[in-house]
């Protein structure tokens, strides 16, 4: 069974970090791409950020995380990471990790739970 | 960067009523369409890729059409379970965007 769980969610201040991590199992980690997907209070659902699988470790992000957050994975930890800098009060979300449906294959079969993100002071 | 309009953004409907969602990119996306179906306080589920093909475990009551930049969701019989959000995501390359969801409320 396909399982993610995000960890790493919490209330920081306007200006502060957040790492935010999902631990998978269930599938060959190393062989799918993987995204995180955020839905903000009130709002729909925003793709933040995907990166490759199979050694090749592309990442892409939408504009406006361009330069503060990165996207990393640890294939024998099977883990996917999400490293948030200056982060905004508009950053505040749950956040989700989710699964490559297969390479190239830009939908998501499979999510985690989410982990709620807050940015306040 | 594709914009993904969807309508109506909400619609009330009976159970055994059949229902219609659309979907419209700004610019041609071929078949490159994903619907989710998402409630309250749950993570997204995938429900359609490539416009019309059925996720395994997915009811057949889900259908989906279209191609170009008009796409469509359908429920041929909706459900007590159906009653939820549902989003369009175009899966044309980066950036990967969504369209506004569209809520299925019980009348």
């Known amino acids: 069974e396909v399982q993610l769980l995000e960890t790493g969610g919490g209330l920081v201040q306007p200006g502060g970090s957040l790492r935010l991590s999902c631990a998978v199992s269930g599938f060959p980690f190393n062989s799918y791409p993987m995204t995180w997907v955020r839905e903000a209070p009130g709002r729909g659902l925003e793709w933040v950020s995907t990166?490759?699988?199979?050694?090749?470790?592309?990442?892409h992000y939408v504009d406006s995380v361009k330069g503060r957050f990165t996207i990393s994975r640890d294939n024998p930890k099977n883990t996917l990471y999400l490293q948030m800098n200056s982060l905004r009060a508009e950053d505040t979300a749950v956040y989700y990790c989710?699964?490559?449906?297969?390479?190239?294959?830009?939908?998501?079969?499979?999510w985690g739970q989410g982990t709620l993100v807050t940015v306040s002071s | 960067d594709i914009q993904m309009t969807q309508s109506p953004s909400s619609v009330s409907a009976s159970v055994g009523d059949r229902v219609t969602i659309t979907c419209r990119a700004s610019q041609d996306i071929s078949n490159r369409l994903a619907w989710y179906q998402q409630k309250p306080g749950k993570a997204p589920k995938l429900l359609m890729y490539?416009?019309?093909s059925l996720q395994s475990g997915v009811p057949s009551r889900f259908s989906g059409s279209g191609s170009g930049t008009d796409f469509a969701l359908t429920i041929s019989s909706l459900q007590p379970e159906d009653f939820a959000t549902y989003y369009c995501q175009h899966t044309n390359g980066f950036p990967l965007t969504f369209g506004a969801g569209t809520k299925v409320e019980i009348k």
């Open positions: 990166i490759g699988s199979g050694g090749d470790d592309t990442t």
């Open positions: 490539v416009a019309s």
């Open positions: 989710a699964k490559y449906y297969g390479p190239g294959r830009r939908w998501f079969d499979s």
